[in-house]
C-alpha cells in the first residue's frame, strides 16, 4: 500500500513579471519499507515537489494535483491537519541544518520539542529518548553533547541532530532533502546504514532527494530523475542505473565522478611556495556549565577541547591542495585560521615571505592587501549571503571596496556572473529566490572577483549536482591556469577531491596523518584511516551492478 500518492503535481510562483512554472506533471508514489531516490540537477524541481505535496511552500506558490497520504490530500487539507501529521507521520531532513536548528536552544531540548509536540512524555523518559536518539544517529559522547547548542557541533553532526529529529515519532514516511550534503564518506556510510536500519525495524518508507548519484544508487529502491521540473526518466534503480532510457539521465551517469575518475597529473616543477603553515594548535571551549534551574553552574576553570595539532603543510602558487577528513576532525577550523577568521593558539601562517597570522592575530589586523589577496568560499551558501540584498548588490560589493566606480562595478558583475554560469536577470534576484547550487555559484564569484592568489573552499561543490560540478571545477581549474591562483579545497567528495586536486591532506581527529600526491595516496594509501575513507565512497551497489 502507497504511503504518499503524488498526482498531476504542478506549482508555479508569482514575480514582477507574472508567474513561473516550476513543477509541472509531476506523479509518484512510495509504498511503506521502500526507498524513493529523486535525482536530478540544482532547480529541477526535485524539492519544490516535496514542500508542495506536505503543504510547506510559501503563500506565493500556486499548487495544483493531489498528494494523497492515510486517505486525504494533503495538497487540501487544512493547516491544523498538516501540523497533527508533521513531524509525527512524516518526518523531514532538510538539508541545511543551521538554518533550521535554533541557534539559543541545546539540541537535546529541540530533539525533545519534536516528541513533546505530538505525545505527552515524563521529563526523565523524555531525555532517555533524546539520547537514545543521539547514540542512534553516532553522535560521539551524546551524554556529554546533550545540552550544546547548534554552534558547538560541526556540520555533519548538525546534519545529524537534524535526522534524529526527523526520527523522533517512528515516522512511516521520511523526506530527506540531502540528508548526507557536506558529510564526509565515513559518516555518509552510517547515515545510509541508520536509515536502512530504520526500514527495516519499522517498515518506513524513504524519500531521498540528492544530487549524489552515488549515494542514491546505494539507498534507492527506485529512482525518478527531474529536469526543468519535470519527470524525464522513472523506474527501479537498478534499470535506471545499468540501462537508463533518456539520453539527459545518460548524461548525469556519464558525470558522475569517481576516485578513478582522476584528473590528469600536472608537472611537479619547483613551485614557489606561496602559503606556509607552521606548528597551528588550536583549542576551543567546551559549553560553560549545565543550566541548573535556570542559573549556571560556576566551575573553577573553563574546560578547552583540543582541535588542532601540530599542522604543517604548505601550498605552491598555482597548485590545488585537498583536505579531506571526518566530520569534526578540524578541517573548517584550518580554512578559518588560513582566512584569518580564527586565531591560532600557537604557530603561524605565511603568504610569500610575510608572516601574516600568529597567536596574537586575526583577520582586523590583516592588511588590505592580504585581505584581497586571500578570499574565502564558506560551506553553507544559505548563511553566507546576505539574504536581504540581491545577487547584484553582494557581486558589486567587492569591487566597490576596492574603490571602483559604481558603472564599473556593475559591468564587472554581469561579467562575473556568466562566468559562473548563471543568467544575467539572476542578478535582480535575492538569495532566498535561488536553489542550493545557484547560491553557492554566487558565493564562488564573490570570493574570486578580485582574483586573489588563494582562495580557502570549505565544500564548494557540496550542494552541487554533478554537472554543476563540472562547471565549477573547470572554472576553479581555470582561475588556477589563468592567474595562478592556488586553492585549499577542503572536502568530504573523495571523488571530487581526486579530479581537481594536485595533493592531498588527510586530517583525523586534528592532525594530518598523511600527505602526498592525489594520485599515489589515493592509489595506494599508507595510514589506516585513510584506507577506511576510501573504502566508505559510496557507489559501490551502482558499480557492482554495472561490472554484472
Not at 536553489?435 to 552541487?464: H, M, Y
Request: glycine share 10%; charged share 25%; hydrophobic share 45%.
Amino acid at each position: 500500500m502507497a504511503v504518499l500518492t503524488v498526482e498531476d503535481l504542478a506549482v508555479s510562483f508569482a514575480h514582477r513579471e507574472g508567474r513561473t512554472e516550476a513543477v509541472r506533471d509531476v506523479s509518484f508514489s512510495i509504498k511503506a519499507g521502500r526507498t524513493l531516490g529523486i535525482v536530478g540537477e540544482s532547480g529541477s524541481g526535485k524539492s519544490v515537489s516535496l514542500l508542495a505535496a506536505t503543504g510547506l511552500l510559501g503563500p506565493g506558490a500556486r499548487v495544483r494535483g493531489r498528494a494523497v497520504h492515510q486517505g486525504i490530500d494533503l495538497i487540501a487539507a487544512d493547516r491544523a491537519h498538516l501540523r497533527s501529521i508533521r513531524g509525527k507521520d512524516i518526518g523531514f531532513v532538510f538539508q541545511d541544518p543551521l538554518s533550521n536548528l535554533h541557534p539559543l536552544i541545546p539540541i537535546g531540548r529541540q530533539i525533545g520539542e519534536a516528541i513533546t509536540a505530538h505525545h505527552r512524555v515524563p521529563r526523565a523518559r523524555l531525555r532517555a529518548r533524546v539520547l537514545e536518539l543521539l547514540n542512534e544517529v553516532e553522535i560521539p559522547r551524546a551524554a556529554d553533547r546533550i545540552d550544546d547548542h547548534p554552534v558547538h557541533l560541526s556540520g555533519g553532526m548538525r546534519q545529524r541532530v537534524m535526522i534524529a529529529i526527523a526520527l523522533a515519532c517512528n515516522p512511516g514516511l521520511v523526506i530527506a532533502d540531502e540528508p548526507t550534503t557536506a558529510l564526509d564518506v565515513t559518516v555518509q556510510a552510517s547515515i545510509l546504514a541508520l536509515l536502512g536500519r530504520l526500514q527495516r525495524d519499522h517498515g518506513t518508507a524513504l524519500v531521498v532527494v540528492s544530487h549524489d548519484l552515488a549515494v542514491v544508487s546505494d539507498i534507492a529502491d527506485d529512482v525518478l530523475v527531474m529536469r526543468d521540473g519535470t519527470i524525464v526518466e522513472a523506474g527501479s534503480a537498478r534499470a535506471v542505473y545499468t540501462a537508463p532510457k533518456t539520453g539527459y539521465t545518460r548524461s548525469l551517469l556519464a558525470a558522475h565522478r569517481t576516485l578513478g575518475s582522476r584528473s590528469a597529473e600536472r608537472a611537479e616543477s619547483q613551485r614557489s611556495p606561496l602559503l606556509r603553515v607552521t606548528g597551528i594548535e588550536k583549542s576551543f571551549r567546551t559549553r560553560a556549565a549545565p543550566l541548573l534551574g535556570g542559573f549556571i553552574a560556576r566551575r573553577s576553570a573553563p574546560d578547552t577541547a583540543p582541535v588542532l595539532s601540530g599542522i604543517d603543510f604548505e601550498i605552491g602558487a598555482g597548485e590545488i591542495v585537498g583536505l579531506v577528513g571526518e566530520s569534526g576532525s578540524g578541517k573548517s577550523t584550518i580554512g578559518r585560521i588560513v582566512a584569518g577568521l580564527d586565531r591560532p593558539d600557537a604557530g603561524t601562517v605565511a603568504l610569500g615571505a610575510d608572516t601574516y597570522i600568529t597567536p596574537g592575530s586575526g583577520r582586523a589586523d590583516l592588511a588590505a592587501e592580504v585581505r584581497r589577496s586571500v578570499q574565502m568560499v564558506f560551506q553553507d551558501p544559505y548563511g553566507s549571503l546576505n539574504p536581504r540584498r540581491r545577487v547584484r548588490e553582494i557581486l558589486e560589493a567587492p569591487y566597490r571596496l576596492a574603490g571602483r566606480s559604481r558603472a564599473d562595478a556593475r559591468q564587472r558583475a554581469e561579467a562575473l556572473i556568466a562566468r559562473v554560469g548563471l543568467p544575467a536577470d539572476f542578478l535582480h534576484r535575492y538569495p532566498g529566490q535561488l536553489s542550493g547550487g545557484q547560491r553557492q555559484r554566487v558565493a564562488i564569484a564573490r570570493a574570486i572577483a578580485l582574483g586573489p592568489a588563494l582562495v580557502i573552499a570549505d565544500e564548494p561543490a557540496s550542494a552541487l549536482d554533478v554537472t554543476t560540478q563540472d562547471h565549477i571545477l573547470a572554472l576553479l581549474r581555470d582561475l588556477r591556469d589563468e592567474s595562478g591562483t592556488a586553492l585549499l579545497f577542503i572536502s568530504h567528495d573523495l571523488g571530487v577531491v581526486a579530479a581537481l586536486c594536485d595533493r592531498v591532506l588527510v586530517l583525523r581527529e586534528g592532525t594530518i596523518v598523511e600527505q602526498g600526491p592525489t594520485a599515489a595516496v589515493f592509489a595506494a594509501p599508507q595510514h589506516d584511516y585513510t584506507r577506511v575513507l576510501l573504502d566508505s565512497v559510496p557507489g559501490r551497489r551502482h558499480r557492482e551492478a554495472v561490472d554484472v
